[in-house]
Nanobody, 125 residues
Framework: QVALVESGGGLVQAGGSLRLSCAASGRTFSMYAMAWFRQAPGKEREVVAAIIWSGGSTYYADSVKGRFTISRDNAKNTVYLQMNSLKPEDTAVYYC??????????????????WGQGTQVTVSS
């Protein structure tokens, strides 16, 4: 089993920054990828950014490119999401997720095996 614990959400004004963290514990040695998803009220869950654990390759949704950065600390089994230049449309519950299937499509929520509890990010205008 794997447990994912998120932290770092909150309320920020437009143009501000937040850093989300997600610490994984349990069976972490064979993890393939981790990602951040978000879900706003009335909308479907969407991928924000993803990272291949061993190689470090990353993916970003077009809506966050140039503003968000995903990174990892292998020693701490932790993934981060640095969010800069935040916009009101970034308001959502942010979830981290872990995938254990090699070579899976990392932008699909269906390919993630474990999920965190979610952390609220609210950006005021």
């Amino acid at each position: 089993q794997v447990a994912l614990v998120e932290s770092g959400g909150g309320l920020v004004q437009a143009g501000g920054s937040l850093r989300l963290s997600c610490a994984a514990s349990g069976r972490t040695f064979s993890m393939y990828a981790m990602a951040w998803f978000r879900q706003a009220p009335g909308k479907e869950r969407e991928v924000v950014a993803a990272i291949i654990w061993s190689g470090g390759s990353t993916y970003y949704a077009d809506s966050v490119k140039g503003r968000f950065t995903i990174s990892r600390d292998n020693a701490k089994n932790t993934v981060y999401l640095q969010m800069n230049s935040l916009k009101p449309e970034d308001t959502a519950v942010y979830y981290c997720a872990a995938s254990y299937g090699n070579n899976r499509e990392i932008i699909s929520a269906l390919n993630y095996d474990y999920w965190g509890q979610g952390t609220q990010v609210t950006v005021s205008s």
